[in-house]
């Protein structure tokens, strides 16, 4: 025997069917959202307003709060980039610098910023490259010549020793003396043989060598010489002057001067 109402197949069901009590507990949620035709709203909107109040409809709560000045957000995105990293990588790599530059420029422009300044960053970080590049290179271009400096007088010094060394003294010429003058009116044979008119050359010249052959300094040397002339030896007394001409007088009237 059945007790209550009786209810179709498609009839649905409350939870005061089961026993609950809502006038204690309140709606329970119901995650379908099931509307509730006596109350003209779901389920689910009916136990909210029955646990935390009803809310005017279109009512913004984030209205309530107090408001401040608003700080403008830039997206990563937008943000123009570094001027002072575009000025380093320029300094690193010198010319090879133009290339990030010129990507800074064109973001820049897109985020509508001037993109003039990272060129003039780029050139800057040049500039700075190109000065300490020329002063590496003198101060090595510097060491090489000092370095060539010091080793060209040890060369010279090297090669000039055994030169002055090796190297002979020149000899001073000693002064030719001026022949003694035969006198005058002597009749010259020789460099060092003069004769009188009564004697031959022939005949002087045989006294000389009978002169030198004697090897006197000094004094009066007798010689003996025969002439080519007369085939006959003739006694010559030479008188020996230091200085001045040897006179030989003898045979016919003869007279040799020798010097």
């Known amino acids: 025997m059945s007790t209550g109402s009786q209810r179709g197949p498609h009839d649905r069901l409350r939870p005061a069917d089961y026993g609950y009590d809502e006038n204690r507990f309140g709606a329970p949620y119901d995650p379908s ?3 509730d035709p006596a109350a003209g ?6 136990f909210s307003d029955a646990r935390y109040g009803g809310m005017h409809p279109g009512h913004d709560d984030e209205a309530d709060w107090p408001t401040s000045p608003g700080i403008p957000v830039i997206p990563e995105a937008t943000r123009p980039p570094s001027v002072r990293l575009t000025a380093v990588i320029s300094f690193f790599f010198g010319p090879f610098g133009a290339a990030p530059a010129s990507g800074a420029a064109h973001r ?3 985020a509508g910023a001037p993109s003039g300044r990272y060129w003039g960053a780029f050139l800057l970080g040049w500039l700075a490259h190109l000065l300490v590049l020329s ?5 090595i271009i510097a060491g090489l010549r000092g370095q060539s400096g010091a080793a060209a007088p040890e060369a010279s010094a090297a090669t000039s020793a055994p030169a002055s060394s090796s190297a002979t003294p020149t000899p001073t010429p000693t002064p030719t003396p ?3 003058a035969f006198p005058d009116g002597a009749t010259q044979c020789s460099e060092s043989v003069a004769v009188n008119s009564s004697t031959s050359c022939q005949f002087a010249l045989n006294v000389e060598t009978a002169f030198r052959a004697s090897t006197a ?4 040397v007798e010689v003996t010489a025969t002439s080519p002339v007369t085939n006959r030896t003739y006694s ?3 008188v ?3 200085g001045a001409v040897t006179t030989c007088t003898g045979g016919n009237n003869a007279v040799v001067y020798l010097r």
């Open 178 to 180: 001026t022949p003694v």
């Open 135 to 139: 002063i590496v290179l003198g101060v």
């Open 108 to 110: 820049a422009r897109e």
């Open 217 to 220: 300094a000094d004094g009066v």
């Open 236 to 238: 010559m007394s030479c």
């Open 240 to 242: 020996v002057a230091t």
């Open 33 to 35: 959202g099931g509307f």
């Open 41 to 46: 709203r779901s389920f689910s909107q009916h």
